[in-house]
């Protein structure tokens, strides 16, 4: 491969949110055993040297004030929607910016709803939609997604239309692709739920920040493409930070191609007065989307489809009573432990702490609404996800 996804990094000591935190206070890593960071959704993986590169440039110019976004940034984000999407017709006027794609998500949810509706989500669900729908004073509604005889992940549309029904819900949040299930949807799929959505009158929010890192053998196809109602009834949210790993230099970015919807979420984002572009997150994504960044992009999912095809044969061999879906997009397993926590006489805290006790740091999946749930990063090198597999084997399942 022409990019490093070998190398073990050593970001300790370097602000890693990852590498410096354990979210179990109360545990601590056994002596003897280093820590495997697969718990929080960032990559410990170096991202593509033109963003260092971009960034550097810019920065040796010593005169930081103030801004405007250059043509640049927005002809960068056009040619990246078209090429790896396929979006045609987008325009620099439909772009806008939000610091973040959960602050993205509420300032349209301000548009679309009054405190206290209700608000449709998917289940299991994204913790940070739980969290910032709920704050913002906000009922969610779950549909639960089902496995289908082969595993896969569905969505439930008589279930989801039901609920529409009977909760009088006219927003939806829609994560494409799935966090955590990995779910890529199948056009037949986009085009059922906006239909449903079209017919109760349900305004949609879509976050595609996962929409780049896609596995080997399927595509995403943006909510806003699959019919002219999609588009005018959608409001999508895409960002560098998951595709390249720059989380933390902040910056997101808005499509809506409705004038009027459009127009009010601009404003509504506007009001704190702090949803403004830093002029070096707009450089990293200018250096993140050059062509450097396609092929970079497309070994990294390269790497990733590898290590999710190893670790979920892995599972499936060696730890009888788990259970989980191969994702298909997205770099996360979720893992269902009910059967074996059931086998072995285990609560899922006792089955968590063993983990971490080992230094495999994973997440606690009960925050995504799986009961039995642990959430799984596999975004990092080869031979530190077969480590975590070797220590799981020996010392946890």
């Not at 045609?88 to 939000?98: A, S, V």
């Not at 239909?195 to 780049?212: L, Y």
């Not at 979720?334 to 285990?346: Q, S, T, V």
Request: net charge negative.
């Amino acid at each position: 491969m022409k990019y490093d996804f070998t190398t073990i990094m050593d970001r300790v000591g370097k602000d890693a949110v990852a590498v410096d935190t354990i979210p179990y206070q109360d545990i601590q890593i056994k002596e003897g055993f280093s820590k495997i960071p697969m718990w929080v959704a960032d990559m410990n993986f170096q991202t593509v040297p033109t963003v260092p590169d971009a960034i550097t440039e810019r920065v040796r110019h010593a005169a930081y004030g103030y801004f405007s976004p250059r043509e640049e940034y927005y002809d960068s984000i056009i040619q990246w929607q078209e090429t790896r999407h396929g979006v045609r017709g987008l325009t620099k006027e439909c772009i806008g910016y939000e610091n973040g794609v959960l602050g993205g998500v509420l300032s349209a949810l301000n548009v679309f709803c009054s405190r206290g509706d209700k608000v449709l989500l998917h289940s299991p669900t994204y913790i940070g939609f739980t969290s910032g729908i709920e704050n913002a004073g906000y009922h969610i509604v779950h549909s639960p997604l089902k496995r289908d005889a082969k595993g896969i992940w569905r969505m439930d549309f008589e279930d989801m239309e039901k609920k529409l029904e009977e909760e009088h819900i006219h927003a939806a949040v829609f994560c494409s692709p799935h966090n955590p299930c990995g779910r890529v949807w199948e056009r037949g799929e986009l085009e059922q739920a906006m239909e449903i959505f079209k017919k109760h009158d349900v305004m949609v929010v879509a976050d595609e920040i996962w929409s780049d890192i896609i596995l080997e053998g399927h595509k995403h196809i943006p909510t806003q493409m699959v019919s002219q109602d999609a588009k005018m009834r959608t409001v999508a949210l895409y960002a560098p930070s998951k595709t390249f790993n720059l989380a933390g230099l902040i910056g997101s970015y808005h499509i809506i191609y409705n004038p009027h919807i459009r127009d009010r979420v601009r404003k509504e984002s506007s009001l704190s007065h702090y949803n403004s572009m830093n002029v070096l997150s707009m450089y990293a994504l200018i250096g993140a989307y050059k062509p450097e960044g396609y092929e970079w992009v497309d070994e990294l999912c390269q790497v990733l489809t590898e290590n999710v095809d190893y670790a979920y044969r892995y599972i499936q061999e060696h730890f009888q009573g788990v259970s989980v879906a191969r994702p298909e997009g997205t770099y996360m397993l979720f893992l269902d432990c009910e059967e074996w926590c059931r086998m072995h006489g285990k609560t899922i805290d006792e089955l968590q702490r063993a983990g971490v006790e080992v230094g495999v740091i994973w997440q606690d999946g009960r925050q995504f609404h799986g009961e039995y749930g642990i959430r799984l990063n596999l975004a990092l090198p080869k031979t530190l996800v077969e480590e975590a597999m070797r220590r799981l084997t020996e010392y946890v399942f």
